[in-house]
């Protein structure tokens, strides 16, 4: 990665430019992926760790999956459901065994041979191994181990009953597999130079900070990847690839929340602009240990004091749907209501019940314009029932460790305006509020025996309709602590040229292997 | 001029070792954990402790700013916390896209600024002049990322003449230029005023000086005794503020690379601030001080040489 700038005569240079300034202005810039060899989408962050076990980001377990073959994948499209990729076939043989036999052609790069089913042992049980200090063992939980029946074939052994294997764990970066003689040489965890890849695509080229570029695998005998290259562009910031997209720079992109109505009202020439459901949460958190909300009717006072529908206007342009829990639509668990409605009376009624009338508190948010917005409504219904609140804005750097134990400022915590994202189990929206997580990712510091053990029996449950029951009874139990106000599950908004049929999952993430020419 | 010389060196130490002493305190101020935030929620607190110890967060402050600072004297800036690689390889990678950016916005800068300037004063109190004056403060008014954006939005998105993101194809020099124009003018500007209004006030003074007036009354050509004679001292003054100005753009940087998704130190810096990656940010800001000494040392050092009476000072 250099910029070369020498070996160029002054006479030379100076044709270069001209000749290219000419071009740019006589010629308006065309879409990238027009031929159907390159696709060029944004990614929000850069590439760090390519090591399934430990990945940092969606993109980056996106990359992954693309090059690292995953016995399963979600199906793009509008409903959760999976695929095989390496596995010919994969089946639930009771409650704690899963049979799988690998497809048998498949191979790794730089040598390392035939994929097999020593390779899917050693790949899953290096995720569960405590030693490996995976942030991801958790997927694995459940694990007993992987037997190896013959070369293509074997057993998953699970110590329990685990329901959300068929969710969250095997279509996920959590089921690709790595070649065991590979990893033993490296010894270490793969960062940004993978070995032995065995995807549909092959890692080519990362620039850092500027690109990752994919290649389709002249390797692969199965479904082939969508394109020639997909170039990866690290963008953080959603408005600049707005831009991008609008200048013909990108094929696909996501776009922020608050730019839906105006790209769905006004979208560019030959583009489709998508908005997907998304699976993430958002609220209003109250800690229960701070001096001043102990009291659970003044958390009361502030469910009924915050008009949730206003809020969420205000914050996405009426893009978003006012959000009734932790559970996202069309997933077990979710809800049509909450049980606090908005009324300013109640809440000044409660208020004053508990002695609590010109009360001050803060509000800490995260410095988003999405989360600003909502913040200064939330602070103008506050203000209706007489209650002072002032909006402390972090970045996330800050934001991230504000309730964490480890920190100085977790019981002075008061209200907090948060946004977590989930897979499609709602165990993974649970399971951050359980008293375990109390100073962790719980910064409500809500502590409900009750509510833990119905996250356990959810684990185990799969009659999708106690399951329904159980996360709803759960949700219930957050409503009664006063610690949460739900306000929505946001909405996933992206772009893409009318050229290219990307490949998502139902909440809008992307499948870069799913990826087609229209 | 060796005992000149010799003196703005030790000054330059002097500035990078405070300015090490005062970075390495102010990330110490931020809150937040930056074990916590590099790896992010899945992480248990076990995990957590070991990625401190391997920041060396455990050790007292004293002992981890000592080691930082005898270890960046040595050229060893660590490695990046997350990806293990030299901090020194990551930042040196981004650099070069941050000096193109810089040099490109100085070339607009110096290519307009300096001739408006000159004609300014020649046309003193002219109505050229006075255009001169009100575009020079329109342009130094208006922020770079304004600039960023309007150029954006009109060049690349709606004529769709130059591209809007990324720096250009690394092995493709045309490609790097074409990406490099709209950013460099969001750089560069402003600059543009600075320039114009210093080269202006410089040339008055030194029109009106005796020799300028010796060589009209030779009957030297205008063009002769302005660009010759004339803006040959008047330039000085411009150097020193280019010094300084190099040190401001490479703060705008940080907008354009941000706007046109460039890579580049300053978006580096920023992001390395967001995920609390100690080593990066460290290494960064040193290297762009280092860098920032370095250029206004060099234009200490040319102006010294142009004019006797500077050396004369030490």
């Not at chain 1, 002032?390 to 948060?418: P, R």
């Not at chain 2, 660009?227 to 190099?246: C, D, M, S």
């Not at chain 2, 978006?267 to 001080?289: E, M």
């Amino acid at each position: 990665m250099t910029m070369n700038l020498s070996g160029v005569s002054r006479r030379s240079f100076l044709a270069a430019a001209g000749a290219f300034g000419a071009a740019t202005v006589a010629v308006p810039r065309m879409a990238l992926s027009q031929d159907g060899k390159v696709l060029t989408l944004r990614s929000y962050s850069d590439i760090q760790v390519l090591d399934p076990a430990f990945r940092l980001s969606l993109p980056e377990g996106d990359i992954i999956t693309a090059i690292f073959a995953p016995m399963v994948t979600p199906q793009p499209g509008d409903t959760w459901d999976w695929k095989a990729v390496a596995v010919d076939s994969i089946e639930q043989l009771d409650d704690v065994t899963v049979a799988f036999t690998l497809k048998d052609n498949i191979g790794f790069t730089d040598g390392y041979g035939q994929m097999t089913a020593e390779d899917v042992k050693f790949s899953i049980e290096r995720f569960a191994d405590p030693a490996m200090e995976s942030p991801y063992a958790g997927d694995w939980s459940a694990l007993k181990e992987v037997e190896v029946k013959d070369k293509l074939s074997g057993l998953i052994h699970l110590k329990n009953k685990f329901v959300p294997l068929w969710t969250t764990t095997l279509p996920t970066a959590a089921s690709c597999i790595l070649s065991k003689r590979a990893m033993e040489e490296l010894g270490d965890k793969i960062t940004t130079k993978p070995v032995a890849q065995s995807g549909q695509y092959l890692l080519a080229e990362w620039v850092p900070k500027q690109k990752t570029i994919l290649r389709r695998n002249p390797d692969w005998q199965h479904e082939p990847g969508g394109f020639d290259e997909i170039h990866i562009i690290p963008i953080e910031d959603p408005a600049t690839a707005e831009r991008g997209f609008e200048a013909g720079d990108l094929d696909y992109t996501w776009t922020s929340v608050s730019s839906i109505p105006r790209l769905k009202e006004n979208p560019p020439a030959g583009s489709v602009v998508l908005e997907k459901p998304s699976l993430a949460y958002v609220w209003l958190g109250m800690n229960q240990d701070n001096e001043a909300l102990k009291d659970v009717r003044i958390r009361r006072a502030i469910q009924h004091a915050i008009d949730r529908t206003s809020v969420v206007d205000a914050a996405y342009f009426g893009a978003a749907a006012v959000g009734n829990g932790i559970i996202a639509p069309g997933l077990p668990g979710s809800r049509d209501s909450v049980t606090y409605d908005y009324d300013p009376d109640k809440a000044r009624a409660l208020l004053a019940e508990a002695g609590a009338e010109g009360l001050t508190v803060t509000l800490d948010i995260l410095n988003q314009s999405e989360r600003l917005s909502a913040a200064q409504v939330i602070q103008a219904n506050l203000a209706d029932v007489g209650v002072t609140c002032e909006i402390k804005q972090n970045d996330s750097g800050t934001f991230w460790t504000l309730g964490a134990k480890e920190g100085d400022y977790f019981m002075n915590l008061q209200l907090i305006l948060s946004r977590f994202s989930m897979q499609p189990d709602p165990s993974w929206a649970t399971v951050w509020f359980t008293p375990e997580q109390v100073g962790v990712w719980n910064w409500e510091r809500f502590n409900n025996a009750e509510y833990k053990d119905l996250h356990e029996q959810g684990l185990v449950e799969s009659d999708n309709a106690k399951r329904d029951e159980i996360y709803k009874k759960m949700q219930g139990l957050m409503d009664e602590s006063g610690c949460y106000v739900f306000l929505t599950h946001e909405v996933v908004g992206a772009i893409h040229r009318d050229t290219i049929q990307p490949g998502l999952k139902p909440n809008g993430e992307s499948l870069l292997a799913e990826f087609k020419s229209a | 001029m060796l005992h000149y010389t010799l003196s703005r060196l030790g000054l330059a130490v002097l500035i990078v070792s405070v300015a090490m002493l005062i970075l390495f305190s102010m990330i110490y101020l931020i809150p937040g954990d930056p074990a916590a935030v590099a790896l992010g929620p899945r992480a248990t607190a076990a995990m957590r402790e070991a990625l401190r110890i391997k920041m060396g967060l455990d050790q007292p402050v004293w002992v981890q700013f000592w080691n930082f600072f005898i270890n960046a004297w040595q050229g060893d800036l660590g490695n990046e916390v997350l990806s293990d690689r030299p901090v020194s390889r990551v930042v040196l990678e981004q650099l070069p896209y941050t000096l193109a950016l810089i040099a490109g916005g100085m070339v607009w800068s110096v290519a307009l600024g300096i001739p408006l300037g000159c004609w300014a004063a020649v046309k003193r109190g002219s109505l050229a002049d006075r255009l001169v004056g009100v575009l020079s403060v329109a342009v130094i008014a208006v922020p770079s990322f304004v600039v960023a954006i309007y150029a954006l939005l009109i060049f690349a998105v709606s004529l769709r003449w130059l591209p809007a993101i990324g720096a250009g194809e690394p092995d493709d020099l045309g490609d790097q230029l074409v990406h490099l124009i709209l950013p460099s003018i969001a750089v560069g500007l402003g600059w543009v005023g600075y320039i114009a209004r210093m080269v202006r006030a410089s040339m008055l003074e030194v029109l009106e000086a005796q020799h300028i007036r010796t060589a009209r009354a030779f009957g030297l050509p205008d063009n002769q005794i302005t660009y010759q004679y004339a803006l040959t001292i008047a330039i000085l003054p411009t150097i020193t503020l280019l010094g300084v100005g190099i040190g401001q753009m490479l703060s705008s940087a940080v907008f354009a690379e941000i706007v046109f998704a460039r890579p580049g130190v300053g978006k580096l810096v920023y992001d390395a601030i967001l995920t609390r990656n100690y080593p990066l940010v460290t290494g960064a800001v040193l290297v762009t001080t280092v860098l920032f000494v370095l250029i206004n040392l060099v234009a200490d050092l040319i102006v010294g040489a142009l004019d006797p009476r500077v050396r004369s000072s030490f």
